[in-house]
């Protein structure tokens, strides 16, 4: 698979993969369910559609198993979620879903988020020292535009030129747009206007 520079560079198709979840309820252990959606730079190719849990610890693995199970899995470039984790705080390790897929992932958040209020709200977990290194190991949080992203597997410049490349039109790559527009109207019988 060509890498993202040398894709970039040639002005091709950036396929990527972006995970959103959907309205979920409130209550720690239930159900969330997780729109991925498959755009080739910001042209729509395919759906995926799996489940985590509020509040758990088993989000990077159901993103990995999600792809690496799906007809799409060869063919993505990059990987794009919407902020650091699922359903809460069901925290994304980084750095193990980049090695795991072998693909450049990013983490694309709307605002600077409030690393002081997060910390404080994760006490509440027994796994406490758990979560907080996950939040540590994703990296730098860096600004780009009206966004900021966190990146594992490219450099931060690489990352920037992809986020271009992937929105279509408001602020946010098509591929979130679109997980968080489906993921919506899925779980509530129609799309919200936040994406």
Known sequence: MRPLEELLRLSKNIRAIGFDDAPFQKERGSSVNISGIICANTHFEGMLWGEATKDGVDATHVLINMLKNSKFYPQIHVVLTDGIAIGGFNIIDLPLLSADLQRPCIAIMRKLPDLERIDKALHVFSDYQERKKLLEDAGKIYKHDKLYFQV????????????????????????????????????????????
């Open 152 to 195: 594992a597997g490219c450099s931060p410049m690489t990352a920037e030129k992809v986020i271009d490349k992937l929105i279509a039109q408001g602020n946010v790559p098509e591929v979130l747009r679109l997980a968080h527009l489906i993921g919506a109207a899925v779980k509530t019988g129609q799309s919200t206007n936040r994406a």
